[in-house]
């Protein structure tokens, strides 16, 4: 499979890249296997300042063109979490977005993260590369701490004490605000905990994001349709749908 880290990366880090971004590829089919909606294609990447992305491909394009926000120095955590999200959106249908799907996306680059570490540990790129296996698993309790910090202390101590059904009913009760702004990162990540706590039907997701409406050139668009339509979703996906927009996941 061909990755391209434009030049846009340094070239001296530009191999180790490839061979990490590799692995990230590797576990997203694991978990999400099969065709992508807009079929099988290279990657190229790119150094965006901006939100890590996934540009819509034409049909001709050979390559899914995948910025993302990088630190500077080989951060393969920071590149598992960002490339994981966009890998997600890949698999379920980059042409469309909203709140569900962000935190599809979101469950799935922190799920990446632990499976990564799982990974460096049994089968590293290379041996002295074992040592960055934990560096996941920290990238993941940074990542949560950050993001729950910004949400109530109900809401942090519910989720530290496992407490699931207060958390579905912060959703449910956030369900309009994540209508609104599909990119509110701390409520995805928190869908995401709460997706994460259960079993996940990874294998559904594959083109699911193509089931969620029209295309994401006219948001309120595709908001109200995925609100009549997200009954077609998969069974396990329809539990998550239930919970955001039907209250069903009491
Ligand atoms: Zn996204």
Redesign the pocket.
């Known amino acids: 499979m061909e990755i391209d880290f434009d030049g846009s990366f340094p070239a001296d880090e530009k191999t180790d890249l490839k061979r990490a971004a590799r692995d990230v590829v590797r576990v997203v089919k694991d978990l999400i296997p099969g065709l992508p909606p807009m079929g099988d294609r290279g990657f190229r990447i790119y150094r965006d300042s901006a939100s890590p992305r996934v540009l819509w491909p034409s049909p001709a394009q050979n390559q899914y063109v995948i910025g993302l926000n990088l630190g500077s120095g080989r951060r393969y955590f920071q590149l598992a979490y960002q490339l994981g ?2 890998l997600g ?1 890949v698999m379920m249908d980059p042409s469309r ?1 909203n709140g569900a799907i ?1 935190t599809l ?1 979101t469950a799935l680059s922190l799920q990446v993260l632990l499976n990564m570490r799982e990974r460096w540990i049994a089968t590293p790129p290379h041996p002295h590369w074992r040592e960055n296996a934990s560096s996941f698993k920290d990238y993941y309790e940074e990542t949560d701490k950050t993001m729950l910090s910004s949400l109530s202390r109900d809401i942090q101590t519910a989720v530290h004490h496992g407490r699931w059904d207060m958390v579905s009913a912060e959703l449910r009760r956030c369900r309009g605000q994540l209508n609104q702004q599909p ?1 509110d990162r701390p409520l995805n990540h928190l869908g995401a905990r709460y997706l994460l706590s259960q079993k996940m039907p990874w294998k559904q997701l594959n083109g699911i994001a193509s089931k969620a409406g029209p295309l994401s050139t006219d948001p309120s668009m595709f908001l109200k349709m995925f609100n009549s339509e997200w009954t077609r979703f998969p069974i396990g996906c329809y539990r998550f749908g239930a919970l955001i927009y039907d209250g069903a996941g009491q």
Do not use: F, G, R
């Open positions: 999200h966009e959106h977005t962000e996306a990119c």
